[in-house]
Protein backbone atom coordinates (compact mmCIF):
# COMPACT_ATOMS: atom_id res chain seq x y z
CA UNK A 1 0.00 0.00 0.00
CA UNK A 2 1.39 3.48 -0.63
CA UNK A 3 2.81 5.16 2.21
CA UNK A 4 0.21 7.01 4.05
CA UNK A 5 0.56 10.40 4.87
CA UNK A 6 0.39 11.89 8.66
CA UNK A 7 -1.58 14.23 8.02
CA UNK A 8 -4.31 12.28 6.41
CA UNK A 9 -6.91 14.64 4.81
CA UNK A 10 -9.00 15.17 7.68
CA UNK A 11 -9.57 17.59 10.46
CA UNK A 12 -8.54 16.95 13.67
CA UNK A 13 -11.24 14.64 15.53
CA UNK A 14 -13.24 16.18 17.78
CA UNK A 15 -13.23 15.52 21.45
CA UNK A 16 -16.40 13.34 21.56
CA UNK A 17 -14.58 11.23 18.80
CA UNK A 18 -17.75 11.62 16.12
CA UNK A 19 -16.61 12.21 13.11
CA UNK A 20 -20.43 13.96 12.07
CA UNK A 21 -23.22 15.20 14.17
CA UNK A 22 -26.65 16.08 13.49
CA UNK A 23 -28.38 17.85 16.18
CA UNK A 24 -31.75 19.13 15.93
CA UNK A 25 -31.65 19.47 12.54
CA UNK A 26 -35.07 20.47 10.56
CA UNK A 27 -34.75 21.63 6.88
CA UNK A 28 -37.72 23.99 5.20
CA UNK A 29 -36.65 24.63 1.45
CA UNK A 30 -40.43 26.64 1.31
CA UNK A 31 -42.93 27.10 3.72
CA UNK A 32 -44.54 24.46 2.46
CA UNK A 33 -41.61 21.98 2.10
CA UNK A 34 -40.03 20.88 5.00
CA UNK A 35 -37.38 18.65 3.92
CA UNK A 36 -36.37 17.25 7.46
CA UNK A 37 -37.37 17.44 10.97
CA UNK A 38 -35.38 17.32 13.87
CA UNK A 39 -32.60 14.84 13.08
CA UNK A 40 -30.64 13.69 15.88
CA UNK A 41 -27.78 11.67 14.26
CA UNK A 42 -24.22 10.84 16.12
CA UNK A 43 -21.60 8.80 14.03
CA UNK A 44 -18.11 7.59 15.32
CA UNK A 45 -14.93 8.07 14.18
CA UNK A 46 -14.91 4.63 11.96
CA UNK A 47 -18.17 3.52 11.70
CA UNK A 48 -20.57 2.35 8.43
CA UNK A 49 -23.59 4.56 8.75
CA UNK A 50 -26.28 3.32 6.26
CA UNK A 51 -29.69 5.47 5.82
CA UNK A 52 -32.63 3.86 4.55
CA UNK A 53 -35.95 5.90 3.84
CA UNK A 54 -38.64 6.19 0.92
CA UNK A 55 -37.87 8.22 -1.85
CA UNK A 56 -37.66 12.25 -0.87
CA UNK A 57 -37.12 11.53 2.69
CA UNK A 58 -34.14 13.95 2.76
CA UNK A 59 -31.55 11.15 2.84
CA UNK A 60 -29.20 12.56 0.71
CA UNK A 61 -29.85 16.39 1.56
CA UNK A 62 -28.38 14.94 5.30
CA UNK A 63 -25.03 14.03 3.19
CA UNK A 64 -25.32 17.07 1.22
CA UNK A 65 -24.85 19.31 3.99
CA UNK A 66 -22.45 17.30 5.31
CA UNK A 67 -20.29 17.77 2.54
CA UNK A 68 -21.05 21.90 2.63
CA UNK A 69 -23.31 21.97 -0.75
CA UNK A 70 -26.45 23.16 0.72
CA UNK A 71 -26.82 26.42 2.03
CA UNK A 72 -27.53 27.28 5.89
CA UNK A 73 -30.00 29.12 5.51
CA UNK A 74 -32.68 26.91 5.45
CA UNK A 75 -31.35 24.71 8.21
CA UNK A 76 -32.15 25.23 11.83
CA UNK A 77 -29.84 23.18 14.13
CA UNK A 78 -26.15 21.80 14.17
CA UNK A 79 -24.04 20.21 11.85
CA UNK A 80 -20.30 19.45 12.56
CA UNK A 81 -17.84 17.79 10.47
CA UNK A 82 -15.24 16.30 13.29
CA UNK A 83 -16.70 18.67 15.48
CA UNK A 84 -16.57 21.63 12.90
CA UNK A 85 -19.36 23.32 10.70
CA UNK A 86 -18.90 21.93 6.98
CA UNK A 87 -17.61 23.64 4.36
CA UNK A 88 -17.46 22.83 0.22
CA UNK A 89 -14.29 21.26 -0.42
CA UNK A 90 -13.14 19.93 3.14
CA UNK A 91 -10.43 17.83 2.38
CA UNK A 92 -11.52 15.17 5.34
CA UNK A 93 -14.63 14.36 2.72
CA UNK A 94 -14.83 11.78 -0.54
CA UNK A 95 -18.39 12.16 -2.09
CA UNK A 96 -18.65 9.04 -4.09
CA UNK A 97 -22.26 9.61 -6.36
CA UNK A 98 -24.94 6.89 -7.68
CA UNK A 99 -23.16 7.60 -11.33
CA UNK A 100 -19.41 6.71 -12.04
CA UNK A 101 -18.87 10.78 -13.35
CA UNK A 102 -15.63 9.62 -14.94
CA UNK A 103 -14.42 12.54 -17.52
CA UNK A 104 -13.88 9.98 -20.70
CA UNK A 105 -10.75 11.73 -22.24
CA UNK A 106 -9.15 10.30 -19.12
CA UNK A 107 -7.88 6.43 -18.61
CA UNK A 108 -8.97 4.68 -15.76
CA UNK A 109 -5.56 5.67 -13.98
CA UNK A 110 -6.42 9.11 -14.76
CA UNK A 111 -9.16 9.00 -13.57
CA UNK A 112 -8.81 7.30 -10.22
CA UNK A 113 -6.43 10.20 -9.46
CA UNK A 114 -8.44 13.50 -10.38
CA UNK A 115 -9.48 13.95 -7.02
CA UNK A 116 -6.11 13.61 -5.64
CA UNK A 117 -4.82 16.03 -8.01
CA UNK A 118 -7.86 18.56 -7.71
CA UNK A 119 -6.52 18.53 -4.31
CA UNK A 120 -3.11 19.37 -5.01
CA UNK A 121 -1.01 15.96 -4.44
CA UNK A 122 2.21 15.33 -5.78
CA UNK A 123 2.02 13.70 -9.51
CA UNK A 124 4.12 10.29 -8.06
CA UNK A 125 2.31 10.49 -5.14
CA UNK A 126 -1.02 10.76 -6.46
CA UNK A 127 0.05 8.24 -9.23
CA UNK A 128 1.42 5.36 -6.67
CA UNK A 129 -2.09 5.87 -4.84
CA UNK A 130 -4.36 5.49 -7.95
CA UNK A 131 -2.73 2.54 -9.25
CA UNK A 132 -2.62 0.99 -5.92
CA UNK A 133 -6.53 1.45 -5.57
CA UNK A 134 -7.41 0.34 -9.02
CA UNK A 135 -5.51 -2.84 -8.22
CA UNK A 136 -7.30 -3.50 -4.96
CA UNK A 137 -10.47 -3.21 -7.04
CA UNK A 138 -9.48 -6.02 -9.59
CA UNK A 139 -8.34 -3.23 -12.55
CA UNK A 140 -4.90 -2.93 -12.23
CA UNK A 141 -4.67 -4.46 -15.84
CA UNK A 142 -6.59 -1.83 -17.43
CA UNK A 143 -5.28 1.58 -15.88
CA UNK A 144 -4.73 2.63 -19.54
CA UNK A 145 -8.65 2.07 -20.54
CA UNK A 146 -10.75 4.91 -21.37
CA UNK A 147 -14.13 4.72 -19.93
CA UNK A 148 -15.73 3.97 -23.37
CA UNK A 149 -13.96 1.21 -22.93
CA UNK A 150 -15.55 -0.30 -19.61
CA UNK A 151 -18.31 -2.05 -18.55
CA UNK A 152 -20.76 0.15 -16.32
CA UNK A 153 -19.77 -2.48 -13.20
CA UNK A 154 -15.66 -1.59 -14.44
CA UNK A 155 -16.80 2.35 -14.29
CA UNK A 156 -18.14 2.51 -11.11
CA UNK A 157 -15.17 0.16 -9.97
CA UNK A 158 -13.17 3.00 -10.83
CA UNK A 159 -15.28 5.44 -9.23
CA UNK A 160 -14.83 2.97 -6.33
CA UNK A 161 -10.91 3.41 -6.38
CA UNK A 162 -11.09 7.37 -7.09
CA UNK A 163 -13.13 8.02 -3.69
CA UNK A 164 -10.51 5.98 -1.57
CA UNK A 165 -7.46 7.40 -3.03
CA UNK A 166 -8.42 10.31 -1.92
CA UNK A 167 -7.44 9.50 1.69
CA UNK A 168 -10.18 11.28 3.04
CA UNK A 169 -11.03 9.78 6.43
CA UNK A 170 -14.93 10.22 5.71
CA UNK A 171 -16.89 8.60 2.64
CA UNK A 172 -20.16 9.97 1.69
CA UNK A 173 -21.76 7.52 -0.93
CA UNK A 174 -24.73 8.22 -2.26
CA UNK A 175 -26.17 4.77 -4.09
CA UNK A 176 -23.20 4.31 -5.25
CA UNK A 177 -24.39 0.77 -6.55
CA UNK A 178 -27.83 1.26 -7.28
CA UNK A 179 -27.50 1.19 -11.15
CA UNK A 180 -25.51 -1.88 -11.34
CA UNK A 181 -27.04 -5.39 -11.88
CA UNK A 182 -26.87 -8.28 -8.90
CA UNK A 183 -24.42 -9.99 -9.50
CA UNK A 184 -22.13 -7.17 -9.94
CA UNK A 185 -23.64 -5.32 -6.92
CA UNK A 186 -22.56 -7.73 -4.53
CA UNK A 187 -19.01 -8.40 -6.29
CA UNK A 188 -18.80 -4.25 -4.96
CA UNK A 189 -20.23 -4.72 -2.06
CA UNK A 190 -17.86 -7.20 -1.10
CA UNK A 191 -15.30 -5.17 -2.31
CA UNK A 192 -16.02 -1.77 -0.41
CA UNK A 193 -16.45 -4.42 2.52
CA UNK A 194 -12.94 -5.58 2.58
CA UNK A 195 -11.59 -2.34 1.71
CA UNK A 196 -13.43 -0.30 4.62
CA UNK A 197 -12.51 -3.35 7.38
CA UNK A 198 -8.54 -2.88 6.38
CA UNK A 199 -8.60 0.68 6.67
CA UNK A 200 -11.17 1.93 8.91
CA UNK A 201 -12.58 4.93 7.32
CA UNK A 202 -16.27 6.40 8.73
CA UNK A 203 -19.04 6.26 5.81
CA UNK A 204 -22.20 7.18 5.32
CA UNK A 205 -23.98 5.44 3.11
CA UNK A 206 -27.22 6.52 1.45
CA UNK A 207 -29.27 2.71 -0.02
CA UNK A 208 -32.77 1.89 -0.92
CA UNK A 209 -31.38 -1.60 -0.93
CA UNK A 210 -32.32 -3.26 3.09
CA UNK A 211 -30.05 -6.09 2.28
CA UNK A 212 -27.22 -4.13 1.14
CA UNK A 213 -27.64 -1.92 4.17
CA UNK A 214 -27.52 -4.70 6.66
CA UNK A 215 -25.11 -6.89 4.84
CA UNK A 216 -22.29 -3.91 5.62
CA UNK A 217 -23.11 -1.47 8.15
CA UNK A 218 -22.76 -1.06 11.70
CA UNK A 219 -25.80 0.27 12.12
CA UNK A 220 -29.58 1.21 9.76
CA UNK A 221 -30.69 4.55 10.47
CA UNK A 222 -34.71 4.13 9.46
CA UNK A 223 -36.30 7.59 8.13
CA UNK A 224 -39.70 8.21 7.48
CA UNK A 225 -41.60 9.53 4.42
CA UNK A 226 -40.96 13.79 3.63
CA UNK A 227 -40.48 15.38 6.30
CA UNK A 228 -37.89 13.09 7.03
CA UNK A 229 -37.67 12.06 10.88
CA UNK A 230 -35.28 8.89 12.21
CA UNK A 231 -38.02 6.51 13.49
CA UNK A 232 -35.11 3.80 14.34
CA UNK A 233 -31.60 3.25 14.97
CA UNK A 234 -30.91 -0.26 14.93
CA UNK A 235 -27.61 -1.75 15.67
CA UNK A 236 -26.21 -4.53 13.39
CA UNK A 237 -24.30 -6.81 15.11
CA UNK A 238 -23.38 -9.47 12.82
CA UNK A 239 -19.46 -10.66 13.33
CA UNK A 240 -16.84 -9.41 11.59
CA UNK A 241 -15.23 -9.68 8.78
CA UNK A 242 -18.60 -10.37 6.62
CA UNK A 243 -19.04 -11.53 3.14
CA UNK A 244 -22.27 -10.33 2.09
CA UNK A 245 -23.39 -13.63 0.03
CA UNK A 246 -22.05 -15.48 2.87
CA UNK A 247 -24.40 -13.78 4.95
CA UNK A 248 -27.36 -14.75 2.38
CA UNK A 249 -27.17 -17.92 4.34
CA UNK A 250 -27.36 -16.36 8.00
CA UNK A 251 -30.83 -16.76 10.33
CA UNK A 252 -29.60 -13.51 11.90
CA UNK A 253 -29.12 -11.19 8.69
CA UNK A 254 -32.89 -12.68 8.42
CA UNK A 255 -33.54 -11.44 11.63
CA UNK A 256 -32.10 -8.05 11.23
CA UNK A 257 -33.76 -7.50 7.69
CA UNK A 258 -36.79 -8.47 8.80
CA UNK A 259 -36.55 -5.85 12.17
CA UNK A 260 -35.14 -2.74 9.55
CA UNK A 261 -38.26 -3.89 6.70
CA UNK A 262 -41.14 -3.52 10.02
CA UNK A 263 -39.38 0.16 10.80
CA UNK A 264 -39.10 1.01 7.21
CA UNK A 265 -43.14 0.15 6.64
CA UNK A 266 -43.54 2.29 10.07
CA UNK A 267 -41.72 5.39 8.13
CA UNK A 268 -44.24 4.30 4.86
CA UNK A 269 -47.51 4.72 7.25
CA UNK A 270 -46.38 8.97 7.89
CA UNK A 271 -47.10 9.68 3.97
Given at each position: ???RR??R ?9 L?I??D??T ?5 DV?A ?8 RT???VS????S??G??T ?6 G?V ?15 P ?5 A?A ?10 W ?6 A?L???V??MA?A????R??Y???KV??G????SFPSA ?9 AL ?7 S??L????P ?13 D??LS?W???QR ?7 D????V ?5 V??M ?7 I????I??A??RS??A ?6 YH????Q??E?LE????H?
Open positions: MPQANDAAPLSPDGARFGVVRFRPQLADINLHIGEFIVGPGCKTLLNYVALPTIHLDGTVLVHGQAVTGHRLYMLARDALCPRTALGNEGCERGKERRDAAYLDGLAFANLSHGMRQRVARTFAMDSILMDEFGALDAQTKLQLELLLEKETILFITHLSEASMSDRVVSARPGRIADVPDLRPVRLQKDPAQLYSVWKEGLKE
